[in-house]
Each structure stands twice: as structure tokens, then as C-alpha cells.
């Protein structure tokens, strides 16, 4: 084999190596719901940061919507007032679509240290729920151990997305 026969199959090889990595990753929009106080708190701000960082770190394309409040937990499949960022996703060509709901204790309440973060994992095309599960978030957690929290989450949402 020839040198520039040689050095066109290591080009080759490069490429079709660059190229492999991107072709596998997904594209991700994640939107933040904080039900319960009224009053933003910091934790929505290092759930949405872990989550994108951690998805980011494992080559995905993410993307957010802005936070949205609403008095109180909603159960439902994709929340009414959240609709339309799910639409813009699909409409957008996002992959998946990701939901972290924030219910927080009620103010003063004695024994409501925690606050509960529902996630929920929605393939846009063909539409499905891949994954729902739900975090405790201690309120004296270090600014470090909830952004760890969320990062971790993220991963295990990426399992399920099957770039995990």
C-alpha cells in the first residue's frame, strides 16, 4: 500500500470517527416547573445547571425553556401551562423532552425540610414517557450536592434515551 493510500484510510478513519460521535447525539430541551412557594428558590437554578452540564458532558445538544411556576403539584402527563414549550420542542425538532417538577415545602411548615423533584422523560417522535421517578432534595444540602443530585439524574434519564 502506498503512502497516500495510507494516509487517505487514516483521514477516512478520522472522519468517519468524528462524525460517528455526533451523529449519536440526541437533542435535549429540559423545562423546570416549581410548584408550592411562591418565592423562587436557588434549588430549580442547580437542577437545570446539573441536568445541562451532565447531558452537555455526555455529547447531547441541550437546550432549556424558562422556568415556570404554578401554585401546585400537577400530575398530569405534561401540565397544561407547559404545553406549549412542549410543542415549541417538537416543532424545534427536539429528541426528548425533559420535565423536572419542583414541589416545595410549605413556608414554616415544621418537618418540610425537603423538597420533592418529579422528573419526567418524554420521546417527542415516536411520543412516549421513557422514564417518571422522584428525587428528595434536602434544603441543607451544599450548592455542590444538589447540582451532584441533579447531574446524576440526568445520567440515568440519558440511559433511557440509549446514549447512556
Known sequence: MSTVAVRVSLIFLYFLFITANYVSAATVSILIIET????????AGFWETGMMDALFEMGH???NA???QIPKFDDKEIPLKTQNDF?????????YFIIAQLDYPEAGKQGTEKALVALKLYKIRPYG??????????AGNTPLDKISKAKDA???LARYMGNG
Not at 36 to 43: L, Y
Not at 129 to 138: A, I, M, P, Q
Open 36 to 43: 408550592g412557594q411562591s418565592d423562587k428558590t436557588e434549588i
Open 61 to 63: 445538544i441541550v437546550s
Open 66 to 68: 424558562p422556568a415556570v
Open 87 to 95: 410543542e415549541e420542542a417538537e416543532r424545534s425538532d427536539v429528541d
Open 129 to 138: 414517557v421513557l422514564y417518571t421517578g422522584k428525587y428528595e432534595v434536602d
Open 154 to 156: 440526568a445520567r440515568l
